[in-house]
């Protein structure tokens, strides 16, 4: 049960064994793990990582969320509880060195009848191309239900001509798919763009950020985008707000929802957006400006130009700049128009 060689679900088959011939003081521990109150602060072992999988695989209940870094456990561990994700709605699978066994008990859950699985987050992990592939299967099975996927990583050219046929294969279903922070080669941008292309495909979120994107792929993108741009809601590039804001002005009406953050605007940057904004035609619902360098001046524009047409943002985040006094005073000053709708400011 120690041993790092043996697949998760071998380990479930051993702890079921031991069920079987009546020995359930592994099981009883889990419940009692599962009932505590401080189970946040409770250490488990390899062994009772295998053990609370099978009882989470094995409940009635299907699980909203499976979380690996919510469980206190070692580095060893926390694979042994990928098989749980048979049995969940969303996986966060997040930096937990996944290997092509585990991916292989993903695309499983993926597989089955019926699949709950509707979000997977697989960051931060070193997936070859063998443990995409398989992943992939999972993907083209007509039992997928998935909505949500987040970055795979490392994906190589291989890779993306991989998700991309599996995608296309069943596209139907999948809402947003994030890459952001893979170095991505004119190729695989190339296979991606094919799949937004294809008529059956339904992606409303399409995150490529910091990608490493070059003049040239931003042509393929573009070029996918006017062949069928009716389903993208959001398309997050990172990309120069002049141009930026001409696109926008030209067809804002479907875009809802657009995230700045991490770029170096400054108050030029700032007033080239506000000239979106101001657009009778401007329906955005959610915008993020963090980490943009924004000052007293930047927040004068944003409040000027959504105090004329703030009736369909719903949320603005500017955390992380640095807007003194001046400039929370402009904000405020947006928040007691009487037209302002604000949800949610950060």
């Known amino acids: 049960m120690s041993s790092d060689e043996v697949s998760p679900d071998r380990n479930i088959n051993i702890f079921h064994c031991l069920m079987e011939v009546n020995d359930h003081s592994v099981h009883q521990e889990i419940q009692e ?56 709605r969303k996986a966060r699978l997040s930096d937990c060195r996944l290997s092509e066994t585990h991916c292989e008990v993903v695309a499983s859950a993926l597989k089955s009848n019926p699949s709950h699985l509707r979000e997977l987050d697989l960051s931060f992990n070193l997936l070859r ?36 046929s599996a995608l296309k294969s069943n596209p139907s279903h999948l809402r947003q798919l994030d890459l952001s922070g893979k170095d991505l080669q004119e190729p695989a941008v190339k296979q991606l ?16 950020s910091g990608c490493h994107l070059s003049e040239t792929h931003c042509e393929v993108v573009a070029s996918a985008l006017k062949s069928n741009p009716s389903h993208l809601r959001q398309l997050d590039l990172k990309s120069s707000c002049a141009s930026l804001t001409s696109a926008l002005k030209s067809n ?28 009778p035609h401007c329906q955005l619902e959610t915008l993020r400006l963090e980490k943009c360098s924004l000052s007293e001046t930047s927040c004068a524009s944003l409040a000027s130009a959504l105090k004329s047409n703030p009736s369909h943002l719903r949320e603005l985040d500017l955390s992380d700049n640095n807007l003194q006094d001046p400039g929370v005073k402009q904000l405020c000053d947006l928040v007691q128009s009487p037209h302002c709708r604000l949800e949610t400011l950060r």
């Open 193 to 208: 763009c094919d799949l937004v292309e294809s008529p059956h495909c339904r992606l409303e979120t399409l995150v490529l």
């Open 33 to 88: 793990f599962l009932k505590s109150e401080t189970r946040s602060e409770q250490r488990l072992s390899v062994f009772q990582c295998s053990a609370l999988a099978y009882i989470l695989q094995m409940s009635e209940e299907v699980l909203d969320e499976l979380d690996l870094h919510q469980y206190k456990t070692s580095e060893e561990g926390r694979p042994r509880l990928v098989p749980a994700v048979r049995n969940c």
């Open 252 to 279: 804002p009406s479907h875009l809802r929802k657009l995230d700045l953050s991490g770029n170096d605007l400054q108050d030029p940057g700032v007033k080239q957006l506000c000239g979106f904004l101001e657009s």
């Open 129 to 164: 191309d063998p443990a995409v592939k398989q992943l992939c299967a999972g993907l083209e099975s007509p039992h997928c239900r998935l909505e949500t996927l987040r970055s795979f990583c490392m994906l190589s050219e291989t890779s993306c001509a991989s998700l991309a």
